[in-house]
């Protein structure tokens, strides 16, 4: 059964250094990469996403993510965190087309210290 | 505005006391799903469903119900609710895992 990893629960960061949150999966072909942000009481909103072609994509909000199928890795990147990054960040993995659903992965905080 | 809108947001209950959480969409969407989450354990899909009668069971379906009598609605049922429940549920919906969901901004259940 495919599964998304997020080895870091907490991350601290200092306002204006850089970020890379780590995202992991299992699966037996090329899936379907989301990443989501959830800001406090908020939703979910999905930042960007990855199926094919360019291993490099950008979303909103100066965020990037590299795909990098050797390492079964879609590590979530920004070169220069704002005080309003301060979240939790969820990693996901679709299966198509066999199924609509999305597996998240448990999920990482990230404090901004000005 | 596009929007998946839940309510109520927040809901205090005691054991065995009958809810529902409601769910709607204005996308036209055919795929719904509700999840908890919880800290530690991220995201958990509850139940699903692909169209309008069309709903099968998640990773954690025990305990809740789910119907889809319409395309925009999806409410969640828990007949019988236990303090295990206790958790903060999301529903989501899409046209298509191309799109990535949409979510509501969440219903915290308390059951005391």
């Known amino acids: 059964a495919q599964s998304v990893t997020q080895p870091d629960i907490h991350i601290t960061v200092s306002e204006g250094a850089s970020l890379e949150l780590r995202c992991n999966y299992s699966?037996?072909?090329?899936?379907?990469l989301f990443w989501y942000v959830q800001s406090p009481g908020q939703g979910l909103q999905l930042l960007l996403k990855?199926?094919?072609?360019?291993?490099l994509v950008q979303g909103i909000k100066g965020f990037e993510a590299e795909f990098k199928r050797s390492q079964s890795s879609f590590n979530l990147r920004k070169p220069s965190v704002h005080w309003s990054d301060a979240a939790e960040y969820f990693c996901?993995?679709?299966?198509?087309?066999?199924?609509?659903?999305?597996?998240f992965g448990t999920g990482t905080r990230l404090q901004v210290f000005p | 505005e596009a929007q998946v809108t839940q309510n109520p947001r927040y809901l205090i209950t005691v054991t065995g006391k009958k809810l529902t959480v409601t769910c709607s969409q204005n996308?036209?969407?055919?795929?719904m799903s509700w999840y908890r989450q919880d800290p530690g354990l991220g995201l958990r899909q509850i139940y699903y469903?692909?169209?309008?009668?069309?709903?099968d069971k998640g990773d954690v379906p025990e305990g809740y119900k789910v119907s889809r009598k319409e395309k925009r609605n999806f409410p969640l049922i828990l007949e019988s609710p236990s303090p295990n429940q206790t958790s903060l549920y999301f529903c989501?919906?899409?046209?298509?895992?191309?799109?990535?969901?949409?979510f509501g901004s969440g219903t915290r259940l308390t059951v005391v």
């Open positions: 990855y199926f094919s072609g360019d291993t």
């Open positions: 699966y037996g072909a090329t899936p379907y």
């Open positions: 996308m036209n969407h055919e795929y």
């Open positions: 469903s692909m169209n309008v009668e069309v709903t």
């Open positions: 989501a919906s899409s046209s298509g895992l191309f799109y990535g969901y949409t």
């Open positions: 996901a993995v679709g299966r198509p087309p066999d199924t609509d659903k999305l597996i």
